[in-house]
Structures are given as structure tokens and as C-alpha cells.
């Protein structure tokens, strides 16, 4: 089948054109053509471009957290937030959904946007909700989850039970847990949730995929195989084959492979599973993870937080484990991406990829430090030295530029969340959402990439030197996203011979008020040609 698209203004990556052939799921070509058409399609001058790559994101945790409380739309205040908990709740048994043993579930809450009291909920507060089920509830960054007295009775964790390495628990005065954990820490909650089924995992694929689709999104490089602590990642990958087989993946997946133990990556790699893949899923990057969050003050710095300096925060390895880690992922051929969001882990994450590449120099190994938020000159010139990828989330502005200054300090701030100077000194950069930490919303960060404020634009630019322009903040989330997972000559530009998946808008981006970006709706979206979404007409 052969469709003719015309009349589009229609950014291919390299150039302007108004028409484009699909063939067989690829571009075959750039322009009206005299041979046989069997379809056309008048995109009446609608803007159109290569589908959005979501550089950096968690597929498994965005579906799940679709199908829990929606925090994040109650995140006003402290009280709002355990009224919609409560109404959860409430819906939850009215439909017949809470049986013996099931957990309550939510996403989204930020302490911080709290107007009434500026903390963390505790097990007092989720006991407001319910005494009879077990609750746990995840801060927006992930970092951080809240849990009940029922859950902590579950758990079996009382005034006794000791601090794990990695991450912490909160005791009051008396010794007695406040059901709020940090980082590693996590896992002493998670392990006991109940494990989803392949079935489940279909389900959560699903409605990400279709949350994905309607924002434009065509491609992701997702970290998945931590999410949930006891299970198998080969049932992830049967869902995926599955899936497939059934026609119902319409995002193209490239897998960040997360793993904690090192006895974990070598199975994997010795199962040669680190080069399975097509083109619809593959596995890629080792995918570590270096600290946590910002803001929860778990980030790890090289000094001590300006607004608690009791704490440089937390590293989730000691500098031999990421050693170790990185040194056989790259002797193995393996690429690696890590999560860094201080300074100071970024130091220990350098020092790591310095020594791996020194046992075993690799010319194109596109290792990357994923978030590479809080940094210093010397760093960023160690980065360009080693050619290390940046995967950056310009959304993170919309929150974190009411914060950073006053957790690292104005210098630190000052070199911080940089983009422009990272493509200026040669250092490759691709941009995504980290959802569910962020809604996928491309527009929105193509917005704060530009402006370098956040969405309201209600605060001063931040680094304004730091803006990029319309046309890379574009290649940042679509061909920048491709040259991320070496498919840079498979998709992410639209011409001859790629993938013919791309996204039609209802406005250009390159003509509208750089504060209206956001605002701009995606009309359709395809994969291999395919329409996968299409906004209903209102």
C-alpha cells in the first residue's frame, strides 16, 4: 500500500518539505510522486515531524500508576490529598475492587506544593484513610513512599527493626516508625506488594502505550525490570511477545536494562540477552541507579544541602560497585546509562566510566549519565572527554527551578540543568519525561527547553544562556532520542529509507509564542505508517 501525505508543513529533521510517500511502513518518499498512489491523505497544512522519542522514562510504573490514585491531581494541600484517598477508597469498595489482603494504592503526591502543612504525610494520616487495608503511597519522584499502620504491621516493622544501607526509614522520638521510607529503603515495602501477573503487565503496557500515543510519542527507552521487586523480567518479556504477536504494542520500546546486583548482569549477559531486540522492542543500556531525588533531598551532593546541611544526601552504590558494574557491561560490549542528579554521584559515576574505558577503550560506547542535573565545569569537560550522552528531562524546570537554589547553593546552581552549553561543547543530548515522575507530555518540555521557565511562567528564566531553540528542543525528543539507542538510521527523521512513524499537530511550533507550546495538541499519531491516535473531535 502506498499513501501520498500533502500539503503538511512537514520538518523531517534535515530540511522542509510539504509531501511524503509511505510504503510498506518507511518513508519511500519526500515528495509527490507519478507512480501509483492508493491512498492520499491532505494534511492541510498541518505541521507534522518524526514521532517523539521519550528518552528516559519507566513504561511498567507509568501503566501501573495509571491504574492507581491519581496524586498528582491532588497534591494541593495535605487534606485534599487524603479526601481523594478517601474517596478512592470508597469507589474502590462501591465497585467491589478491595478484597481481603488487596493494598492501596497512589502516585503523584509532592509534599511540597502542600498549602496547609509543608511535610511528608505520615502512617497517622494514611490511618485517616483506612485501618483495615494496608496503604502505600510514592512521592512524584519516586524516591520517597508513605505507608499505613496497617501496611507497617504487614511489613513487621517496628521500633526494632534496623536501617537498611542505601536508604532510610523515619523514627519519631521515641523510636517508633512514621511509615515514610527513602530509597533503598523502598524495598523493604515493595517486596511485599502483591506481584503482578503477565496478564497484569499486559494491562499496564497497554494503557501507557495509549497515554503515549495520544502525546506523540512513537519511541521510548524505558527502565522497567526493577519495577516491581519479585518479578521475573522474563515475564516482561513475554508480555511484550505476546503483545506483538496480538498487534497491541504501538510503541517502539528500548529497554534500559536495570539491574542492582552484579551476579544479575552477568546471567543476563551470559544468557546473551543484552543483544536480543528488533525493532519494535531490544534490550539496551545497563540502566544503574546513582542517587535520588532532589526534592527529597536524597540527591547526593559534593557538599552539604544549603537548606539542610545536616545531609549530603544518599548514593545508592559504594564507588567499587559502580566500578565493578560498569567495568563488565563495557568489556562486554554492553552500553550504560546512569542516574545522576547531584554532583557528587556524578563524580563517582565518572570516575567508574573513566576506569571501565581505560581497561577497555570502546570508540562509539554512547555510555550517558541519565538526569545530569546538578553539575560543575569540571565535570561537563570530563563528560566531553569521554563522549558520555546526556539524557535530560527539560520538564524537570517546571518544579525544580522553585527549589534548586535554595537546596545546592548559588554556586552550584549556577552550572546546573544545563542543555545549550552541553551541544556547544560537543556533548550529544536527548530529551524525555522520566514519567511517571513527569506527565509524558512532550509539548511541555519542548516548552521549558525553550523558555528555561516553568510552564505557569510565573518564575524568572532560569539560565537563560541555557534555552534551546524550537528546532533542537524538536531533534532533542525526536532523531537526538534515535542516535540515543543507535537506531539514529532506522527512525527519528523523515526520509527515504526510516521508519514511518510521526506525529501530526494542530499548530506549528516554529510560529507560535514560545509560552504557548504547551498548548499545542497532537492530532494524530503513527507508527509504521499506521494511525495509532487520533484526537477526538469536541
Same mark, same amino acid.
Given at each position: 500500500?502506498?499513501?501520498?501525505?500533502?500539503?503538511?508543513?512537514?520538518?523531517?529533521?534535515?530540511?522542509?518539505?510539504?509531501?511524503?510517500?509511505?510504503?510498506?511502513?518507511?518513508?519511500?518518499?519526500?515528495?509527490?510522486?507519478?507512480?501509483?498512489?492508493?491512498?492520499?491523505?491532505?494534511?492541510?497544512?498541518?505541521?507534522?515531524?518524526?514521532?517523539?522519542?521519550?528518552?528516559?522514562?519507566?513504561?511498567?510504573?507509568?501503566?501501573?500508576?495509571?491504574?492507581?490514585?491519581?496524586?498528582?491531581?491532588?497534591?494541593?494541600?495535605?487534606?485534599?490529598?487524603?479526601?481523594?484517598?478517601?474517596?478512592?477508597?470508597?469507589?474502590?469498595?462501591?465497585?467491589?475492587?478491595?478484597?481481603?489482603?488487596?493494598?492501596?494504592?497512589?502516585?503523584?503526591?509532592?509534599?511540597?506544593?502542600?498549602?496547609?502543612?509543608?511535610?511528608?504525610?505520615?502512617?497517622?494520616?494514611?490511618?485517616?484513610?483506612?485501618?483495615?487495608?494496608?496503604?502505600?503511597?510514592?512521592?512524584? =519522584?519516586?524516591?520517597?513512599?508513605?505507608?499505613?499502620?496497617?501496611?507497617?504491621?504487614?511489613?513487621?516493622?517496628?521500633?526494632?527493626?534496623?536501617?537498611?544501607?542505601?536508604?532510610?526509614?523515619?523514627?519519631?522520638?521515641?523510636?517508633?516508625?512514621?511509615?515514610?521510607?527513602?530509597?533503598?529503603?523502598?524495598?523493604?515495602?515493595?517486596?511485599?506488594?502483591?506481584?503482578?501477573?503477565?496478564?497484569?503487565?499486559?494491562?499496564?503496557?497497554?494503557?501507557?502505550?495509549?497515554?503515549?500515543?495520544?502525546?506523540?510519542?512513537?519511541?521510548?527507552?524505558?527502565?522497567?525490570?526493577?519495577?516491581?521487586?519479585?518479578?521475573?523480567?522474563?515475564?516482561?518479556?513475554?508480555?511484550?511477545?505476546?503483545?506483538?504477536?496480538?498487534?497491541?504494542?504501538?510503541?517502539?520500546?528500548?529497554?534500559?536494562?536495570?539491574?542492582?546486583?552484579?551476579?544479575?548482569?552477568?546471567?543476563?549477559?551470559?544468557?546473551?540477552?543484552?543483544?536480543?531486540?528488533?525493532?519494535?522492542?531490544?534490550?539496551?543500556?545497563?540502566?544503574?541507579?546513582?542517587?535520588?531525588?532532589?526534592?527529597?533531598?536524597?540527591?547526593?551532593?559534593?557538599?552539604?544541602?544549603?537548606?539542610?546541611?545536616?545531609?549530603?544526601?544518599?548514593?545508592?552504590?559504594?564507588?567499587?560497585?559502580?566500578?565493578?558494574?560498569?567495568?563488565?557491561?563495557?568489556?562486554?560490549?554492553?552500553?550504560?546509562?546512569?542516574?545522576?542528579?547531584?554532583?557528587?554521584?556524578?563524580?563517582?559515576?565518572?570516575?567508574?566510566?573513566?576506569?571501565?574505558?581505560?581497561? =577497555?577503550?570502546?570508540?562509539?560506547?554512547?555510555?550517558?549519565?541519565?538526569?545530569?542535573?546538578?553539575?560543575?565545569?569540571?565535570?561537563?569537560?570530563?563528560?566531553?572527554?569521554?563522549?558520555?550522552?546526556?539524557?535530560?528531562?527539560?520538564?524537570?524546570?517546571?518544579?525544580?527551578?522553585?527549589?534548586?537554589?535554595?537546596?545546592?547553593?548559588?554556586?552550584?546552581?549556577?552550572?546546573?540543568?544545563?542543555?545549550?552549553?552541553?551541544?556547544?561543547?560537543?556533548?550529544?543530548?536527548?530529551?524525555?519525561?522520566?514519567?511517571?515522575?513527569?506527565?509524558?507530555?512532550?509539548?511541555?518540555?519542548?516548552?521549558?527547553?525553550?523558555?528555561?521557565?516553568?510552564?505557569?511562567?510565573?518564575?524568572?528564566?532560569?539560565?537563560?544562556?541555557?534555552?534551546?531553540?524550537?528546532?533542537?528542543?524538536?531533534?532533542?525528543?525526536?532523531?537526538?532520542?534515535?542516535?540515543?539507542?543507535?537506531?539514529?538510521?532506522?527512525?527519528?527523521?523523515?526520509?527515504?529509507?526510516?521508519?514511518?512513524?510521526?506525529?501530526?499537530?494542530?499548530?506549528?511550533?516554529?510560529?507560535?509564542?514560545?509560552?504557548?507550546?504547551?498548548?499545542?495538541?497532537?492530532?494524530?499519531?503513527?507508527?509504521?505508517?499506521?494511525?495509532?491516535?487520533?484526537?477526538?473531535?469536541?
Amino acid at each position: 500500500m502506498r499513501t501520498l501525505y500533502k500539503n503538511g508543513a512537514i520538518y523531517t529533521g534535515e530540511s522542509w518539505i510539504t509531501s511524503f510517500v509511505v510504503e510498506d511502513g518507511k518513508i519511500s518518499a519526500t515528495k509527490e510522486v507519478d507512480e501509483t498512489i492508493d491512498q492520499v491523505i491532505d494534511l492541510q497544512g498541518k505541521f507534522v515531524c518524526a514521532g517523539f522519542n521519550d528518552s528516559h522514562m519507566h513504561l511498567l510504573n507509568l501503566g501501573s500508576t495509571l491504574s492507581m490514585a491519581r496524586l498528582s491531581e491532588h497534591t494541593n494541600s495535605l487534606e485534599e490529598m487524603i479526601g481523594h484517598l478517601k474517596e478512592y477508597v470508597q469507589n474502590k469498595k462501591e465497585f467491589g475492587q478491595l478484597k481481603e489482603g488487596s493494598w492501596i494504592q497512589g502516585r503523584g503526591f509532592n509534599h511540597d506544593y502542600f498549602q496547609d502543612e509543608n511535610r511528608f504525610p505520615t502512617r497517622y494520616d494514611l490511618d485517616k484513610v483506612s485501618t483495615e487495608y494496608p496503604i502505600c503511597i510514592v512521592r512524584a =519522584c519516586g524516591h520517597i513512599c508513605v505507608v499505613n499502620s496497617k501496611a507497617l504491621q504487614i511489613l513487621g516493622i517496628t521500633k526494632e527493626t534496623k536501617q537498611i544501607e542505601g536508604g532510610h526509614f523515619e523514627v519519631d522520638e521515641q523510636g517508633e516508625p512514621l511509615g515514610i521510607f527513602f530509597e533503598n529503603a523502598l524495598e523493604m515495602v515493595y517486596g511485599k506488594l502483591p506481584e503482578p501477573t503477565v496478564e497484569d503487565l499486559k494491562q499496564f503496557i497497554v494503557l501507557a502505550c495509549e497515554k503515549l500515543n495520544s502525546y506523540g510519542i512513537t519511541s521510548i527507552q524505558t527502565d522497567d525490570y526493577e519495577t516491581f521487586p519479585n518479578m521475573d523480567y522474563h515475564n516482561m518479556l513475554k508480555a511484550i511477545d505476546e503483545l506483538i504477536a496480538e498487534d497491541k504494542l504501538t510503541v517502539r520500546i528500548n529497554e534500559q536494562v536495570h539491574f542492582t546486583k552484579l551476579e544479575e548482569l552477568k546471567q543476563f549477559i551470559q544468557e546473551e540477552n543484552h543483544t536480543k531486540g528488533d525493532d519494535f522492542f531490544k534490550n539496551g543500556p545497563l540502566k544503574m541507579l546513582g542517587d535520588g531525588s532532589l526534592g527529597a533531598r536524597t540527591a547526593y551532593l559534593s557538599r552539604p544541602y544549603a537548606d539542610q546541611p545536616n545531609t549530603r544526601g544518599i548514593p545508592v552504590y559504594s564507588q567499587n560497585q559502580f566500578d565493578e558494574m560498569c567495568s563488565y557491561a563495557n568489556k562486554n560490549g554492553m552500553q550504560i546509562a546512569i542516574h545522576s542528579i547531584g554532583d557528587g554521584i556524578l563524580d563517582c559515576i565518572l570516575s567508574a566510566y573513566e576506569k571501565a574505558l581505560k581497561e =577497555c577503550p570502546r570508540e562509539d560506547h554512547r555510555h550517558g549519565i541519565v538526569h545530569c542535573q546538578i553539575t560543575r565545569p569540571d565535570q561537563i569537560e570530563k563528560m566531553k572527554e569521554m563522549k558520555l550522552h546526556a539524557y535530560i528531562q527539560s520538564i524537570f524546570l517546571d518544579y525544580d527551578i522553585h527549589i534548586v537554589k535554595e537546596r545546592v547553593g548559588e554556586e552550584l546552581a549556577s552550572t546546573s540543568y544545563q542543555a545549550k552549553s552541553l551541544l556547544e561543547k560537543g556533548i550529544t543530548i536527548s530529551n524525555g519525561s522520566d514519567a511517571p515522575v513527569e506527565d509524558p507530555v512532550v509539548m511541555r518540555g519542548i516548552q521549558c527547553a525553550v523558555t528555561r521557565q516553568n510552564i505557569a511562567h510565573t518564575a524568572l528564566p532560569y539560565l537563560k544562556e541555557e534555552a534551546l531553540t524550537v528546532q533542537e528542543a524538536i531533534d532533542s525528543f525526536t532523531k537526538d532520542g534515535a542516535y540515543a539507542s543507535f537506531e539514529e538510521k532506522k527512525k527519528g527523521r523523515l526520509v527515504e529509507g526510516m521508519m514511518a512513524d510521526f506525529v501530526v499537530l494542530d499548530k506549528n511550533p516554529f510560529e507560535v509564542d514560545p509560552y504557548e507550546l504547551s498548548k499545542i495538541q497532537v492530532e494524530k499519531t503513527y507508527i509504521n505508517g499506521k494511525l495509532v491516535y487520533e484526537k477526538r473531535e469536541e
